[in-house]
């Protein structure tokens, strides 16, 4: 990366991946002002757009590998440079010539079981429906009103199958009729995309597509935002669009339709925390607190920094994959404003959120002192 030609071919790139706007960047500093890297480390979004636009991107550093695609910077900047669509770029040429540095290395491994086991977390294909042994849980078939689609993370993880369990629970309590694509179903690939590797993603997306379409998917339930995402607002580019909900905005509308009475008592103090890809990307943010506001007992408070201000739990951007040294985990400071007012449950709706929060617990002091709960899992007690 070090002559003229190469950095003609890096300005090519950014261009060819939408990053033209990168040019309309006039130094301001408001990303910088915003992004949560500032309150952990040294990193500046306006220097990494300077470099961009005259192709001296230091393609070898870390720095463009730390965005989480968060959402917070594009929203404050006059100009509309789209920070985390030329940033991708950047990292798509990186992806390319196969440069990662030490912490993004684990990437290569995610790449090899996404091509191998349709997931990211080195588990077997054939054991992906297994979360939902002895659950009541049927496979799909054409002619059901739902497909749930739980993604990788609820698939496999023992933590997160809890979740996959408890919207499982919830789905036949209020006699939903659904099925799940088990072994057949590819992670979305929603996050290896965002590492700058469109090969990947787009084979994943091209599998469950064809999968979608021969099994006569018409509305897929999601947990995660990132699944929400992508079927959402990036499989349209494959000419299908799907009806895609996500399950904080489904199990409100089974409580709103009295397909679920919740009864049970739940005197606990919750904060919502609101998932990158749920509310800034998608606008999602009254849903799941009016679900919340539904259980008995529960009192709701907010944190500093909710809804369109939330403070990015460090997971998207395939940062989820990434080493993130202690001092620089942006949940551990997100765990600390939950604490600070008093919540003795801190929910949100997203597996990446919820991983990063219950690291932070076992790391901070007062971590004792507060649950960390998927916003199912609160509504499944209380029925
Ligand atoms: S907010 Fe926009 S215009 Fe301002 S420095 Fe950042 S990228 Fe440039
Ligand atoms: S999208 Fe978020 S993490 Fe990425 S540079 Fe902007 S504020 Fe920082």
């Known amino acids: 990366m070090e002559n003229v030609a190469d950095f003609k071919e890096i300005v090519d790139v950014i261009k060819a991946s939408g990053g033209e706007a990168f040019k309309r960047c006039f130094q301001c500093g408001l990303c910088d002002v915003v992004c949560p890297w500032n309150r952990v480390t040294d990193f500046s979004m306006r220097k990494i757009v300077r470099q961009a636009t005259f192709g001296f991107t230091e393609i070898e550093s870390e720095d463009i590998w730390r965005c989480t695609t968060c959402g917070r910077c594009p929203q404050q900047c006059p100009r509309d440079v789209r920070q985390i669509e030329s940033g991708v770029a950047l990292r798509r040429i990186a992806t390319e010539y196969g440069v990662f540095p030490t912490p993004v290395k684990p990437i290569r491994t995610v790449r090899a079981s996404l091509v191998?086991?349709?997931?990211?977390?080195?588990?077997?294909?054939?054991?992906r429906a297994d979360w939902a042994k002895g659950l009541s849980v049927n496979t799909f078939t054409e002619g059901m009103e739902i497909l749930y689609f739980p993604g990788c993370y609820l698939s496999y993880d023992p933590r997160l199958k809890k979740v996959a369990a408890a919207t499982a629970d919830i789905l036949n309590?209020?006699?939903?009729?659904?099925?799940?694509?088990?072994?057949?179903e590819n992670c979305c690939g929603e996050s290896i995309r965002k590492t700058g590797d469109e090969e990947v993603f787009r084979r994943l997306a091209r599998e469950n597509i064809k999968t979608f379409i021969d099994n006569g998917v018409k509305k897929i339930l999601v947990s995660s935002p990132h699944c929400y995402h992508t079927f959402k607002n990036e499989y349209?580019?494959?000419?299908?669009?799907?009806?895609?909900?996500?399950?904080s905005q489904y199990v409100f509308e089974l409580i709103e339709k009295g397909r679920i009475e919740l009864t049970g008592e739940y005197g606990k103090k919750v904060t919502y925390h609101d998932p990158c890809y749920l509310g800034r990307h998608n606008g999602i943010y009254d849903e799941p607190r009016e679900a919340l506001k539904k259980v008995p007992?529960?009192?709701?408070?907010?944190?500093?920094?909710?809804?369109?201000d939330s403070l990015c739990c460090g997971g998207g951007g395939g940062r989820i994959w990434m080493e993130t040294p202690k001092g620089e985990r942006f949940s551990d400071l997100r765990l600390e404003q939950a604490v600070g007012i008093g919540a003795e449950v801190l929910a949100t709706s997203c597996p990446y959120c919820i991983t990063n929060f219950e690291d932070s617990k076992l790391n901070l002091e007062q971590g004792e002192a507060i649950e960390i709960k998927d916003i199912t899992e609160i509504i499944q007690e209380a029925l």
Do not use: C, T, W, Y
């Open 116 to 127: 191998g086991e349709g997931n990211p977390i080195g588990e077997q294909r054939k054991e």
């Open 297 to 308: 007992g529960l009192e709701l408070n907010e944190m500093p920094e909710s809804r369109v």
């Open 173 to 184: 309590r209020a006699g939903v009729d659904f099925g799940i694509l088990g072994s057949k």
């Open 236 to 247: 349209p580019e494959f000419m299908v669009n799907f009806e895609v909900v996500h399950m």
